[in-house]
């Protein structure tokens, strides 16, 4: 399945944030290098990973396992690409709508590649797809959603501060408070464009954190919850996936720990 997001793909130099942990890999983790052609399951985890990649060259995925750093976490890296799409996280399929997936939680530590070196538009954070029928505006059929944590700047926004519609397009329709921050919340349509379910027409919903981390927990239901108060339905749920993605330029991504949870009741 092809998987792209908005924006356009850019190459540009930056410089590491931190030093590249590359080379430490741990016993039992698995490398993919080719684009996924959907969802594959990990072994011996509740989880799968999804690679995308368009353009470039030596692109990568690598899972610690699941025995490792949370179960969940993972390495990216890339060069050159137009586009790099890689996450690890729940997968539904054509599954139920969110209310269905209990109370979920993604709990996560990361470090990267410093400023402007993801291309002109870049995303960290919460990621997925859903299919919504029954909606009454066809462009909202299809829903690609985002909840994003962090990004790596271009060469004209500094990573420390937030993106807004200008890396997005589309208009702001709301904000509200999570997880310690404000997130405002951006709405988007891509016209026969590449999805889940080939060329189409869809909606994108953004939640964009204010106070760019890499660090700390995702209420992610909390945030469709949100989501809901502006109208903004999701349907049937395709994946709820950590996501990094790159539009140009060389970089990585290390996740020292990530993990999701699906919980009886909400957290205080």
């Given amino acids: 399945m092809v998987i792209t997001a908005c924006g356009s793909g850019g190459t540009g130099g930056g410089s590491p944030a931190a030093s590249n942990p590359a080379n430490t890999t741990p016993a039992g983790a698995q490398t993919f290098t080719a684009n996924s052609n959907g969802n594959q399951s990990l072994?011996?985890?509740?989880?799968?990973?999804?690679?995308?990649?368009?353009g470039g060259n030596n692109n990568k995925l690598i899972w610690y396992g699941p025995n490792q750093r949370g179960g969940a976490a993972f390495r990216t890296e890339w060069n050159n690409p137009n586009d790099f799409l890689g996450r690890?996280?729940?997968?539904?399929?054509?599954?139920?709508?969110?209310?269905?997936?209990?109370?979920?939680?993604?709990?996560?530590?990361?470090?990267?590649?410093?400023?402007?070196?993801?291309?002109?538009?870049s995303y960290i954070g919460i990621y997925g797809w859903a299919r919504n029928p029954n909606a009454s505006n066809q462009n909202e059929r299809l829903i690609?959603?985002?909840?994003?944590?962090?990004?790596?700047?271009?060469?004209?926004?500094?990573?420390?501060?937030?993106?807004?519609?200008?890396?997005?397009?589309?208009?702001?329709?709301?904000?509200?408070?999570?997880?310690?921050?404000?997130?405002?919340?951006?709405?988007?349509?891509?016209?026969?464009?590449?999805?889940?379910?080939?060329?189409?027409?869809?909606?994108?919903?953004?939640?964009?954190?204010?106070?760019?981390?890499?660090?700390?927990?995702?209420?992610?239901?909390?945030?469709?919850?949100?989501?809901?108060?502006?109208?903004?339905?999701l349907g049937n749920m395709y994946e709820a996936k950590f996501l990094v993605e790159a539009g140009g330029s060389t970089g990585w991504l290390e996740l020292s720990y990530l993990k999701f949870t699906q919980e009886d009741t909400p957290r205080k």
């Fill in 43 to 54: 072994p011996g985890s509740p989880y799968g990973y999804e690679m995308w990649t368009n």
């Fill in 88 to 121: 690890v996280g729940y997968f539904w399929g054509n599954g139920g709508q969110y209310t269905q997936y209990k109370n979920i939680y993604a709990e996560f530590d990361f470090t990267r590649s410093g400023r402007n070196t993801a291309g002109t538009y």
């Fill in 144 to 233: 690609e959603y985002y909840i994003v944590e962090d990004w790596f700047g271009n060469q004209w926004q500094a990573d420390t501060s937030p993106m807004g519609i200008g890396t997005t397009g589309g208009a702001e329709v709301g904000s509200y408070s999570m997880d310690g921050a404000t997130y405002k919340v951006i709405k988007n349509v891509r016209n026969n464009q590449p999805s889940i379910d080939g060329n189409k027409t869809f909606t994108q919903y953004f939640s964009i954190r204010q106070t760019p981390r890499k660090k700390g927990t995702i209420s992610v239901t909390e945030h469709f919850k949100e989501w809901d108060k502006l109208e903004m339905k």
